[in-house]
Structures are given as C-alpha cells and as structure tokens.
C-alpha cells in the first residue's frame, strides 16, 4: 500500500519541505523567546547531556508530537500533507491511532536527534576531541535519511511507514 513512483515520492519530499518550515518557525520563535527571556544573554548548557535534554524538549518532542497529533487527526496529516492532498492511515485504509503516527514520527524524527547528540558532543569535546562513540550516531543520522529517501523512490515506501504498519496516499 502507499504511492510507488517518482511523482509520489516528490509529493511527500515537498509536504516534507512545506512542515520544515513549521519546524523553522518553531525553532525562530524558540530563539526569539529565550533572546527576550534572558536580556539577549541566554546561558549555556553546563554539560553535552544538558544541552540534549533541553534540545529534545523544546525542539524534537514538539515537532514529534506536531507529526504525529496531525496524523492521528480526522485531516491524517500534518500541513505540508493536507495541503499537497496526502494522508497518512493504518494499511486498511483507516484512519491511524496516535499511537500508530507517534512511533511513526519518533522514528522519522531519530536521525535527527541522533545529529544533535553528535553536535552536543562536539560541542562540548574541546581538546579531548570528539568520543568515538558519538560517531556512529552521527553516521546513521546521515545514513538512516538517505536509506528512507531511496526506499521512497524506489518502493513507494519509507521503513519508518513500514515499521509502524502506516501508509501515505494522495487522495
């Protein structure tokens, strides 16, 4: 089930680019509260494992939930998709649980968290360098995208929709 094809893989790539900037609104309007909050002199994290856990509350959960409470939605899709014609549902055709879109989105969304806890480790290295084992994070936060990306093109499907049994159609 799902769209197979060029065609319908680009329709999700630009519902995709459409939600990102939702998420860059977010984040702008994040930066802009903590600016104003703070005087301009917002204050450090004091350690990388700090610097994550406010990240992935103020950034990744947001934006996981925004994915996945839109999908759950009677609309079964977030912006980018309702505006493009998709939806997201259960391989019946039926409209998918939250349960269902939040493991979908939580796994959309862990390359990108996995990229931000390299950057908090490099961050956060100075002369000792960066840990090896931030390394392999770093590596899948690039190499689990290309995979979904290849397998959008090339079977309709991403793993992620795979894994949480969902599907995407134009209607």
Known sequence: MGMGGLAPALWRLF???IDWV???TWGGALFGLVWWSTD?????SSNPWQGQAI??????LPVVLYFSLCEASAGQGTL??????????QLSGERAPWKQTLLRAALKFLPWEMGHLLAH?????????????????????FALPAWWVASL?????????????????RV
Not at 55 to 60: A, K, N, W, Y
Not at 153 to 169: E, I, L, M
Request: charged share 10%.
């Open 121 to 141: 480790q490099a961050f956060f290295a100075g002369d000792a360098g960066i840990p090896l084992w931030a390394f392999l994070p770093g590596i899948l936060s």
């Open 153 to 169: 093109f090339v079977q309709g499907r991403t793993p992620y929709d795979r894994w949480s049994q969902t599907a995407v159609h």
């Open 80 to 89: 980018g998709k309702r505006m493009l014609g998709l939806r997201v549902s």
């Open 55 to 60: 990240g992935f509350l103020s950034m990744t």
């Open 15 to 17: 519902a995709f680019a």
């Open 40 to 44: 301009g002199s917002p204050s450090a």
């Open 22 to 24: 939702v998420i860059a």
